[in-house]
């Protein structure tokens, strides 16, 4: 089943106690798509500028995913600096280049218009709201969301809400969203702005998945070994949005095993830098590693 993804696509320069790596390929089209094509064949919309290797695009198409809605535009590439200290648990953004990304108006193809399952990356709600005004019926969207749009741009947020199917947030994020301090009040609250499927993200505790009647809770995988957070999220959503759209289903029996299928993809990403543990990683490791999380998590 058709599974569209809208976001940014990076050279992130990212650096943590032990290492340093340059401009390796990122943002959160990259991770999103590459985890996804685990399951099927993402399409990608993005904007890349002409300083974009040939080499990164040939891995999206090596992998799987439709790059007929990627934009080579003039300029230089989205570019992003963070560097980790302590535990990992947060980046400081050391910069920001945005760039081509700074002018994207995203132009979804007419072969993509059709497409039943839709992601929203981070971004600006009034460009995510213009995507879904070229995307006809889909049959689930979630959308991805921060800090900054909940400050910024609250209004088409909250209209952004009414129009997608499910959210998907970190725990500071539905705290600042709701206006409420404990996770399950914010949720509810959450939930009655419009989506009926909420996600919470809680890094290293796992996430929770809400809907008005039910409720569903994960830890994450355990990992004694984490090099790169960057992209954890995104990674977390490809893989649980890619099982959805092979299933061709999102009732909420299939969104908890998405979720466990997102914490699975998500705990190989943050193994390497960038995307090159995914690069190494078959599906036939994912499916132990599923199995394995699964003994975990049950009495």
């Not at 879904?132 to 741009?153: C, G, K, R």
């Amino acid at each position: 089943m058709s599974l569209l993804v809208v976001g940014s696509i990076a050279f992130d320069t990212i650096e943590t106690a032990h290492r340093r790596v340059d401009n390796v390929l990122g943002g959160s089209a990259s991770y999103f798509s590459t985890c996804a094509s685990f399951f099927t064949k993402p399409r990608l919309v993005g904007v890349v500028g002409s300083d974009f290797s040939h080499e990164h695009i040939e891995f999206y198409r090596a992998r799987g995913i439709d790059t007929s809605g990627l934009e080579i535009a003039e300029g230089r590439t989205f570019r992003w600096h963070g560097r980790y200290q302590g535990d990992l648990s947060s980046a400081l953004t050391v910069s920001v280049e945005l760039n081509v990304f700074a002018d994207f108006r995203p132009k979804i193809p007419a072969a993509f218009r059709d497409s039943r399952f839709v992601f929203l990356a981070n971004g600006s709600p009034k460009t995510q709201l213009a995507v879904l005004e070229q995307v006809a019926h889909p049959d689930f969207v979630l959308a991805d969301s921060m800090n900054l749009w909940i400050e910024t741009e609250r209004a088409p947020l909250l209209d952004l809400m009414q129009r997608v199917d499910g959210l998907i947030l970190n725990n500071h994020e539905a705290v600042q969203l709701s206006g409420r301090s404990n996770l399950i009040a914010a949720a509810r609250k959450i939930l009655e702005m419009g989506p009926r499927v909420l996600i919470i993200k809680k890094a290293e505790h796992g996430a929770f998945l809400m809907t008005r009647d039910e409720f569903f809770a994960i830890p994450a995988f355990p990992l004694g070994d984490v090099n790169d957070p960057t992209g954890a999220g995104d990674s977390f959503a490809g893989g649980m949005m890619g099982y959805l759209a092979n299933t061709r289903a999102h009732s909420f029996a299939h969104l908890k095993r998405g979720l466990l299928y997102g914490t699975v993809t998500a705990s190989y990403a943050i193994e390497d830098f960038s995307l090159e543990r995914l690069k190494r990683l078959h599906r036939t490791e994912i499916e132990h590693r599923y199995q394995d999380f699964l003994r975990l998590i049950t009495p």
